[in-house]
Structures are given as C-alpha cells and as structure tokens.
C-alpha cells in the first residue's frame, strides 16, 4: 500500500523559511514524478512544483508564483521528496501536499494526474 507522508510544517514569519519533508513508502519511488500541491482556505488546490522521476531527466517545474523562492529535491535512495520554501509570504499560507505520479510526461501540473496523496502539513506565514 502507498503511504506519503508529509512533516515539516508550521508558523513563520514573513522572509523566513520552512522545509517541508515527504517520506514514501509501498511504491517503487524511481518511477514516480514527485508533486507538491498547497490548497488555502477557500481555495482549489493549488500546483506548486514537481520533480519529474529520474528516468524522464529528474527536471523540476514551478509555479510561477514560487520561482526562485521554492526548491524541490528528492533522494530516490531513501524515498524522500523536500520542498524547501525561503523568503515566504503571507499569501503561501495553505495546506501542503506531497503527491506521485506515473504518467508517462513530465511537469504535469493537474492534481489529477497524481495518484497517490499525503495528508498535508499546515504551513503558516505570519505578516
């Protein structure tokens, strides 16, 4: 059985940072593109990033919006997915998700498309 689960989260002022961690488990992790999502209150659920599995390149994709201020990294060896969050913003208050998926492309952005999901890790930036 896939299991995600997400840690990391938590309050922060505005410019801090937060590293949010994903832990896989019951999958074959080198065949999964790696998704984080973020859903604020009221919200749809929002495309963050994605690391794209190391047989299609490894390559990373971002949301406009957190370009040069998120990173994404992965250690297919321990099946873990970060997401590295600096110079955060009140507006990137949400709920976390780490997600995979199998599709055959890359830098898929549509939630839908990512099978597996975590629970989330509130992330909360304080002005």
């Known amino acids: 059985q896939v299991h995600l689960a997400e840690s990391g989260g938590g309050l922060v002022q505005a410019g801090g940072s937060l590293r949010l961690s994903c832990a896989a488990s019951?999958?074959?992790?080198?065949?999964?593109?790696m998704g984080w999502f973020r859903q604020a209150p009221g919200k749809d659920r929002e495309f963050v990033g994605t690391?794209?599995?190391?047989?299609?390149?490894?390559?990373?994709y971002y949301t406009e919006s957190v370009k040069g201020r998120f990173t994404i990294s992965r250690d297919n060896a321990n099946k873990m997915v970060y997401l590295q969050m600096n110079s955060l913003k009140p507006e990137d208050t949400a709920v976390y998700y780490c997600?995979?998926?199998?599709?055959?492309?890359?830098?898929?952005?549509?939630?839908?498309?990512?099978?597996?999901w975590g629970q989330g890790t509130q992330v909360t930036v304080s002005s």
């Open positions: 019951g999958l074959t992790f080198r065949n999964y593109h």
């Open positions: 997600s995979a998926s199998t599709v055959a492309l890359s830098g898929i952005r549509q939630s839908e498309m990512y099978q597996h």
């Open positions: 690391s794209s599995r190391p047989g299609s390149g490894g390559s990373l």
